[in-house]
């Protein structure tokens, strides 16, 4: 399996807070989705709870859940209609909110996951999440669900905004890039998930005889894209985040989502 550079570390959960400062990397190809751009909200209601206000790096939890917040992570959804839901929110300089874990390709990280399974053990979980529209990608990677190894350090298969679509990528089978071993990744247009409240449902186990199986529907059921592998799911144990985990470049959007209402054992 080739190693991949988004690299990261969860085992340990005691808050982090580091200034966040570094220069930008040289700019890939963006592409602006066609879809009218929505203005994030403002966090000004009294009600909002911020765990994060995005001037430095930070993770802690709520319940069995862990976040790591580059970026704005606070309460205030206006869109989705999410009952139990986080807004997450990204500057649009390339040069802030950075994980200050990877200051030499810098990248900006708000991200949930589930709590770290073994391998074998079998999970199942929901999700809901709203992208908002209008957001740009680029030729390189933009994270929007990994299935993590923890042996590799690295993700397994992940769903990314890339060059204006939604699409999966597998680092077991493939690369990363369009191939999932001998089929074609599944995608779609950016714009057929954006701007709309979606649910993901995946399952499966981590391992060598791990499987999986993951779909994005609407909020009635129509299906956006879904993949599923029979076997291997790396070497021993890994889990589940999703959230938004982008490469940075010069001239890209504020990006922002609304994720919550998860399910999960």
Not at 140 to 154: I, P, R
């Amino acid at each position: 399996m080739k190693a991949h550079p988004n690299t990261m570390r969860t085992r340990s959960f005691s808050l982090l807070v580091i200034l966040a400062s570094s220069t930008a990397l040289a700019s890939p190809t963006c592409v602006l989705s066609k879809s009218k751009s929505k203005t994030a909200p403002a966090d000004s209601p009294a009600n909002v709870t911020t765990l994060n206000n995005g001037t430095a790096f930070v993770q802690g939890t709520v319940g069995d859940m862990i976040w790591q917040a580059s970026g704005i992570l606070d309460t205030n959804c206006t869109l989705s209609g999410i009952t139990s839901c986080y807004h997450m929110s990204f500057t649009s300089n390339a040069s802030a909110q950075l994980d200050t874990k990877f200051l030499s390709s810098p990248r900006q990280r708000d991200e949930w996951h589930f709590p770290q399974l073994d391998e074998g053990t079998a999970y199942s979980y929901t999700w809901k999440a709203y992208l908002y529209a209008g957001v740009s990608t680029s030729t390189t990677w933009f994270h929007m669900m990994q299935a993590f190894g923890v042996s590799e350090d690295n993700p397994l298969v992940t769903l990314d905004a890339v060059d204006g679509d939604l699409r999966i990528k597998d680092y077991v089978r493939g690369t990363g890039g369009p191939q999932c071993g001998a089929i074609k990744c599944p995608s779609v247009n950016l714009t057929e998930y954006e701007g709309r409240t979606t649910v993901h449902s995946i399952s499966g186990s981590f391992g060598p005889e791990g499987t999986m199986v993951y779909n994005v529907t609407d909020e009635d059921g129509t299906s956006i894209l879904s993949y599923s592998v029979a076997s291997d799911m790396g070497a021993a144990g890994g889990y589940i985040k999703f959230g938004l985990y982008r490469l940075t470049f010069d001239g890209m959007t504020e990006a922002s989502v609304e994720v919550g209402d998860w399910t999960g054992n």
